[in-house]
Nanobody, 124 residues
Framework: QVQLVESGGGLVQAGGSLRLSCAASGRTFSRYGMGWFRQAPGKEREFVAG????????LYADSVKGRFTISRDNAKNTVFLQMNSLKPEDTAVYYC?????????????????WGQGTQVTVSS
């Protein structure tokens, strides 16, 4: 069992940056692959980025590749999402999630635990 709490969302102008954090409870954080997803109003939840347990392998959605960076600090039970060059279409509620598969997956159904989300709003 792991509990996830996101933070770092807010309002930013287009072209700006935000850094999201997701703090996990428990002592088994390093056993979980971690992912960031987002859901905009009226749209389905979509994969943004994922990182393997050890942090050595990452995966990004094409829409954020080159602008967003996922990282993790297993000593602090935290995963991060650095978001640069933000666009209005990045506006959404961002969720972190944890899964136990060996590979990094964009499949939301493979994730077992979810945070409550943090709002990111990018103004034009």
């Amino acid at each position: 069992q792991v509990q996830l709490v996101e933070s770092g969302g807010g309002l930013v102008q287009a072209g700006g940056s935000l850094r999201l954090s997701c703090a996990a409870s428990g002592r088994t954080f390093s056993r979980y692959g971690m992912g960031w997803f987002r859901q905009a109003p009226g749209k389905e939840r979509e994969f943004v980025a994922g990182i393997r347990r050890s942090g050595g392998i990452t995966l990004y959605a094409d829409s954020v590749k080159g602008r967003f960076t996922i990282s993790r600090d297993n000593a602090k039970n935290t995963v991060f999402l650095q978001m640069n060059s933000l666009k209005p279409e990045d506006t959404a509620v961002y969720y972190c999630a944890a899964e136990t598969s060996v590979v990094v997956t964009p499949d939301a159904t493979k994730y077992d635990y979810w945070g409550q989300g943090t709002q990111v709003t990018v103004s034009s």
